[in-house]
T-cell receptor
């Protein structure tokens, strides 16, 4: 079993919809949680970063961490075609340590 | 604000040849990382470095060598390339905030 599980999709939703992306993990030592966005043939781009449990909002994006359930989510409101990308969750026990990544969810927003 | 640069961006080589991928960061931050990305496997850590002259193995280090004589550079060498090393390679650094990782644009390597 992988340390971090992420549904690979693909996921297609109409423009304007709310998107929910999720990851589960097994290592209770993880405290730093990130979401990266990766466009085709580009490097991963840090989208959201959360320490420990709770919610964090940045514009149309909200990251949630539930450490008791070992479950993290990324919500995208009012989704736009420009949000079409692969979304990778990542986590670590220490911010400087190697990250453990999910395999990524491919998202397509249909105009 | 260049951040992390990688070169070359594309490379085609033959089995058995030595190949070096370059990574340079402009922040002079301590940690640097090399990942490979393959379909079905996501990003896997090859090697990382906590500081100049300090390196450690990641999840998939076999067939790779790293060095870090200067804080800002972290080259990755494939000593004798194999077809299974065909992949996209990403370098990362822990960036200005120090507590997460920022990635370079990647090197797409094909071994024939």
């Amino acid at each position: 079993q992988k340390e971090v599980e992420q549904d690979p999709g693909p996921l297609s939703v109409p423009e304007g919809a709310i998107v929910s992306l999720n990851c589960t993990y097994s290592n209770s030592a993880f405290q730093y949680f990130m979401w990266y966005r990766q466009y085709s043939r580009k490097g991963p781009e840090l989208l959201m970063y959360t320490y420990s449990s709770g919610n964090k909002e940045d514009g149309r994006f909200t990251a949630q961490v539930d450490k008791s359930s070992k479950y993290i989510s990324l919500f995208i409101r009012d989704s736009q075609p420009s949000d079409s990308a692969t979304y990778l969750c990542a986590m670590s026990a220490s911010g400087n340590e190697k990250l453990t990544f999910g395999t990524g969810t491919r998202l397509t927003i249909i105009p | 604000d260049a951040g992390i640069t990688q070169s070359p961006r594309y490379k085609i080589t033959e089995t058995g040849r030595q190949v070096t991928l370059m990574c340079h960061q402009t922040w002079s931050h301590s940690y640097m990382f090399w990942y490979r990305q393959d379909l079905g496997h996501g990003l896997r850590l090859i090697y990382y470095s906590a500081a100049a002259d300090i390196t450690d193995k990641g999840e998939v280090p076999d067939g790779y060598v790293v060095s870090r004589s200067k804080t800002e550079n972290f080259p990755l060498t494939l000593e004798s390339a194999t077809r299974s090393q065909t992949s996209v390679y990403f370098c990362a650094s822990n960036g200005p905030s120090g507590d997460t990782q920022y990635f370079g644009p990647g090197t797409r390597l094909t071994v024939l």
